[in-house]
């Protein structure tokens, strides 16, 4: 077992070497060789008195290395280190004692755990203190019992009584210690016990009151800090009472713990336990005089309501002629009581401060702190006091004396000075501020932003002061110390904006705008656009807004700002001749003048378009987000709308007011789904699908003909949603005189824009549209006459354009009151496309526009009668002759009189004009019939020539129109 032991040795040795030699220190310790060293006692095991002398000695040798190791590294180690090294060599010994203990080995055993025991609390380890005080105890315990037995036996000695004491002693300090590790600062209950058990030793022990009443004290700060007043008076008295106790607590430790106890009244309540405070401190002044004692003191009358100036001035004059005065106490006095508003006071008491420190090194604390009183005062910036203290503290600065922390928080006192005069519009006393600062900063010109910002407010300040020029020079300065400042750019922005020169404050708002973006920023650039407003610079001010507009991370200020464009623009284009002149002035202006001026509203015109499309933007993102972010945005949206809506009224060309209907569409759509909204929403897309097909019937690319089509279509069905929605809404309505109704005329509209674009898409739909309109009770013989009309433009669609043509004619012929006019226009119409199929002289090919001649016919002579337009008849009647004389030329001969007694029977409901065309044509038919005779009986060859020379003369009796 000795050899185990003695190799653990020979390892704590060689450890004990390697710190010794290495200057071993905390921070750079072997976590390894530590662990080592302070598990030696537990590896010893638990006795070491059966091991022989020479080994026992060895091991505590080792230990006493380990101790005054410990002793010796204490400034360099940390206190955790140094406490574990002692408890390890206490421990140590502690193991090597003989089964017999001698005086000597129990002394030194009580001494190492003592003091390990209070290196242990020091640095919170109880764990490790609570045994280093067991052992102390128990070694303590077993020391008494050594002397009182030799003294029992006859070996008196005179050194009993003090023997006696050193045991008393040490079991006193064992109390105090285990009090002080079993501190609560919620229940001192334990700790108050033991120094109970401890306070009768202090009889024999007077000299030891005194540390009795330094931990009571410490007990005490420890629940003061924690604010637990009540627990920490009652230690503090308890602590001044044990100090009374003691020869060796002199006047000082007693006036601490007073100040402490006065300091603890004050803080717990002011107002009850005033008194109770102000009688502590005085005694304590009273005990010992202190300059904190008399600090404390000045706090404690300046919290009595409606303190006596002369009780405070006394006070303070016996503070300022303390001998011991330290100069921050001072410098804390006055400050304190400028909190008070005793500003008069402190402002004498800082006179004589700086007189009293004068001459010495820190005296310039009292001027900085006389500054700040004078500041505090609301000195004006012109006293001569002020500058005084403020010069010399310049001087101060340049001779190095003063740090430069100091200067610059007496620069910033001077600067907050200047910021609370420009805030108040009191630019001159500001500038003034200013110039004093000035003085705290090199004279050389370089890379400095405090300088720069210096510079910068002095220039705001001569700007508003109208000193340009000195602004200007200012701000030259600036930008050699700062020159990317987005407060700078704003500056110069403002300053060439008050010269008149626009150009330049436009360049510096670019500069300004490209600057890094952050809140400062657009704060700044909305200032600019305020400010270019109020100075009337239209053009200026639209440039810092749609600067704002681009660079505002801020959806709703982005709107405002569009609001404000829009409104100037909508202001510029009123106001512009070309809307808002007279006729008499409109006729003065040249043709030049009056293109340029419409070029002019175009222009202003789309740059308000682009406002209103980007403000539809943002509205719909917002409408993308939870609820509680639409508020107010309806509002927006229909002011918005209600702009789109009157421009596109008052704008001139169709792609921008198309435009500007689709955008009053959109910003509708975000609008309350109420009956007047949904109605201008189904107008606006009614015009835009107008204007979109008048685009693309004047669209010279085929590609964008084709989209204005499909748009025409899509615009068309989207208004065919809403007038759905619309009936829908108006059945539902809680208005009961609202019914649903249906916009026929615009339903038509719609109707007929669609199939416009279908045709010109050359879309097999349009005849399917067709079949659907035909039995839409609202579509009337017009509407079929106006799709006729389209139809007829392609000739794919001649079928359909006649087949639309016999609807109207049908819905003419069923309508009550029939427009004989119309009617005719609409027979004549299809019989002409009818007559159009095949050559002239080809008789099959008409065959269709003699069923129509016959209906027509029959129509006069059954219905319209003599309603009948006189010249519709002698168009029927021309037409007809006229297809007769053609098709005898082509050698039908039996289909031309079929065709010329047609048109003859027609002369006999002619009334007018009968006796004009009747002689005429009855000749002609006569003619006709006799050659067509001659044609049927045998002939010469000459007769045949005869005849054919009179087919080509035909021409001559082809009838012509009146």
């Not at 202090?202 to 800090?225: I, M, W």
């Not at 569009?562 to 808002?580: E, G, H, N």
């Not at 499309?613 to 949206?637: C, I, M, N, S, W």
């Not at 009961?736 to 898409?761: C, H, M, N, Q, W």
């Amino acid at each position: 077992m000795e050899g185990d032991t003695l190799g653990i040795l020979l390892q704590l040795q060689a450890a004990l070497k390697t710190m010794f030699e290495e200057e071993f220190r905390a921070k750079d310790c072997s976590e390894t060789m530590l662990n080592l060293v302070s598990s030696a006692p537990t590896c010893f095991g638990e006795k070491l008195g059966s091991h022989s002398n020479n080994l026992c000695e060895q091991i505590e040798e080792c230990a006493a290395d380990i101790w005054n190791y410990a002793v010796a590294k204490k400034a360099c180690i940390s206190a955790q280190v140094n406490a574990t090294l002692r408890y390890v060599a206490s421990a140590i010994v502690y193991k090597c004692k003989s089964a017999k203990d001698d005086e000597c080995s129990l002394r030194k055993q009580i001494m190492m755990s003592l003091k390990t025991a209070r290196a242990c609390l020091d640095c919170g380890n109880n764990g490790l203190a609570r045994n280093a005080i067991d052992v102390a105890v128990e070694c303590n315990d077993n020391l008494r019992l050594l002397w009182t037995m030799d003294q029992g036996f006859g070996e008196r000695s005179s050194e009993f009584p003090e023997k006696m004491t050193e045991v008393e002693r040490n079991q006193l300090k064992a109390f105090l210690y285990r009090a002080e590790l079993l501190f609560d600062p919620k229940d001192g209950t334990q700790s108050f016990n033991l120094l109970e058990r401890a306070r009768p030793m202090l009889t024999a022990l007077p000299d030891e009151a005194a540390t009795v009443a330094v931990l009571c004290q410490k007990f005490g700060v420890n629940c003061y800090q924690k604010q637990m007043f009540d627990e920490s008076v009652t230690w503090l008295k308890l602590s001044y009472e044990l100090g009374k106790l003691s020869n060796a607590a002199n006047c000082k430790t007693q006036a601490s713990t007073l100040r402490v106890l006065a300091k603890v009244y004050l803080d717990w309540d002011s107002q009850n336990y005033w008194q109770k405070a102000f009688n502590a401190v005085g005694l304590a002044n009273t005990e010992h005089s202190h300059p904190l004692g008399l600090h404390l003191k000045l706090q404690i009358l300046l919290t009595k309501g409606n303190p006596e100036n002369d009780e405070i001035k006394q006070t303070l004059d016996e503070l300022l002629s303390h001998p011991d005065l330290p100069l921050d106490v001072a410098i804390a006095s006055l400050s304190m009581i400028c909190k008070y508003n005793k500003n008069e006071i402190a402002i004498v008491a800082a006179n004589k401060l700086a007189e009293k420190f004068q001459g010495q090194s820190d005296v310039w604390k009292a001027r900085i702190a006389e500054i700040e009183i004078h500041l505090q005062s609301q000195a004006s910036v012109g006293d001569a006091r002020l500058q005084t203290l403020i010069q010399a503290i310049v001087k101060d600065q340049k001779s190095g004396v003063i740090p430069e922390e100091m200067t610059a928080a007496v620069r910033l006192m001077l600067w907050n000075q200047a910021a609370a005069a420009f805030e108040s519009d009191r630019h001159s006393e500001a500038l003034m501020w200013y110039d004093l600062c000035s003085q705290f900063f090199p004279s050389r010109v370089g890379k400095d932003s405090n300088l720069a910002k210096l510079h910068r407010n002095k220039g705001a300040c001569c700007i508003n002061l109208n000193q340009l020029d000195l602004a200007q020079e200012e701000l030259a300065m600036a930008a050699q110390c700062e020159p990317d400042s987005s407060y700078l750019y704003f500056l110069q922005y403002k300053l060439n904006l008050l010269k008149g020169r626009d150009e330049a404050a436009v360049e510096a708002l670019k500069r300004l705008v490209d600057c890094e973006q952050s809140s400062d920023t657009v704060g700044l650039i909305c200032l600019a656009a305020n400010l270019a407003y109020k100075e009337s610079r239209t053009s200026v001010a639209v440039e810092a807004l749609e600067s704002l507009a681009a660079c505002s991370a801020d959806d709703r200020q982005v709107l405002t700002t569009l609001r404000w464009l829009t409104r100037m623009k909508f202001t510029s284009v009123v106001a512009l001749p070309s809307t808002s002149e007279s006729e008499a002035g409109a006729e003065a202006r040249t043709e030049e003048e009056k293109q340029q001026q419409t070029a002019a509203v175009l222009k202003e015109m789309r740059f308000i378009i682009g406002y209103i499309r980007t403000a539809f933007e943002k509205l719909a993102k917002f409408y993308g987000q939870p609820p509680a972010e639409h508020v107010g945005l309806e509002d927006e949206a229909t002011w918005f709308m209600k702009i789109a809506w009157n421009m596109a009224l008052k704008c001139d060309t169709s792609e921008e007011t198309c435009e500007l209907f689709v955008l009053c569409n959109k910003l509708a759509n975000l609008c309350p789904k109420n009956i007047a909204n949904v109605t201008r929403q189904k107008r606006c897309l009614l015009m835009a699908a107008a204007l979109s097909l008048q685009l693309a019937k004047s669209a010279k690319d085929d590609t964008v003909q084709k989209q204005y089509l499909q748009d025409t279509i899509l615009y068309v069905q989207q208004s065919q949603t809403l007038c759905s929605y619309a009936e829908d809404l108006a059945l539902h309505s809680f208005d009961g005189s609202i019914g649903p109704t249906k916009d026929a005329t615009s339903l038509i509209l719609l109707l007929l824009y669609e199939f416009e674009a279908r045709v010109r898409l050359n879309d097999g739909e349009a005849e399917k549209l067709f079949e659907r309109a035909m039995f839409l009770p609202y579509m009337e013989a017009k509407s079929f006459e106006l799709m006729a009309a389209i139809a007829r433009q392609s000739r794919c669609y001649v079928s359909l354009s006649m087949k639309a043509l016999r609807v109207a004619i049908k819905k003419h012929r069923s309508s009550e009151k029939i427009d004989h006019a119309k009617c005719s226009g609409a027979i004549r119409s299809l019989i002409e496309l009818s007559l159009q199929t095949g050559s002239s002289t080809d008789a099959l090919s008409k065959k269709d526009a003699w069923s129509y001649f016959m209906d027509a016919m029959e129509f006069i002579d059954t219905v319209a009668k003599t309603n009948y337009p006189e010249m519709e008849i002698v168009w029927l009647m021309t037409k007809a002759w006229n297809c007769g004389i053609h098709l005898y030329s082509g050698g039908h001969y039996q289909d031309a009189l079929r065709w010329c007694e047609l048109g003859i029977s027609f002369i006999k409901r002619l009334t007018l004009f009968k006796s004009s065309y009747e002689n005429q044509m009855m000749t002609a038919y006569g003619e006709i019939l006799a050659k067509i005779d001659a044609h049927k009986s045998p002939h010469t060859q000459n007769d045949i020539s005869t005849l054919l020379k009179t087919k080509d003369d035909m021409s001559t009796m082809i009838c012509q129109l009146p």
